[in-house]
């Protein structure tokens, strides 16, 4: 009985992971279609979100029937709760993709503004927030949780001089830009609340590792 448990906890990590593999997919076309201002690409990531929420119906499904029929306790309900809450922010992430897809879809078929390189560079760093909060949970990995948190005050450093360059150089500066700035502020707080996601995950990996609550309270690493 304990086996088929254990297969059944497996079978959720191995979704999870499919589902991490297409919304860290989702963040790269997204910042694609931007930079190249492609909008069939950005139409085809918003199309792709159906099967993510599929994928995330599915892992809630599973959860469930794991508390239902289990009773699981300790580290195994840690472990449930953690996927549960992971599978939520994964889901939220996809959206914020889509988001920035649409975005994209406002400003393609006119100049681009400038040239985009902070924008890359933070949707670079919150990728890698993706990747190393997913591997920490599938690792169960406390330390590689905590880098994906304190990697988020540079998330937010990086928006902010995102933010001050478009409205100092474009929005005060040429009304005609406004519109296509305005877009690419909305795309970087995007990416700052997908690095708000990732730092969730990692708060839940920690207690799932060690039953040791961070949130809000990251002095207590």
Known sequence: MYRHFEDELEDIKNTILKMSAYVEEEIENSIKALKNLDPELAKKTIEKDREIDRIEISVDEKCAEIILRHHPLAGDLRFVLAALKLNNDLERIADL???????????????????????????????????????????????????????????????????????????KKDPAAAERALALILISRHLERIGDHCVNIAEDIIYMVSAKIVKHHHEEF
């Not at 406002?106 to 560079?121: A, N, Y």
């Not at 330390?143 to 100092?168: C, F, G, Y």
């Open 97 to 171: 993709a889509v988001d920035i897809a649409e975005r994209t879809l406002e400003i393609s078929g006119r100049p681009p503004l400038k040239e985009l390189v902070k924008i890359p560079q933070l949707a670079g760093l919150v990728k890698l927030m993706l990747k190393n909060s997913v591997e920490a949970f599938t690792n169960r990995d406390y330390e590689l949780a905590k880098k994906v948190i304190l990697s988020d005050a540079r998330v937010n450093s990086i928006r902010d001089e995102i933010m001050a360059e478009l409205t100092e150089n474009f929005i």
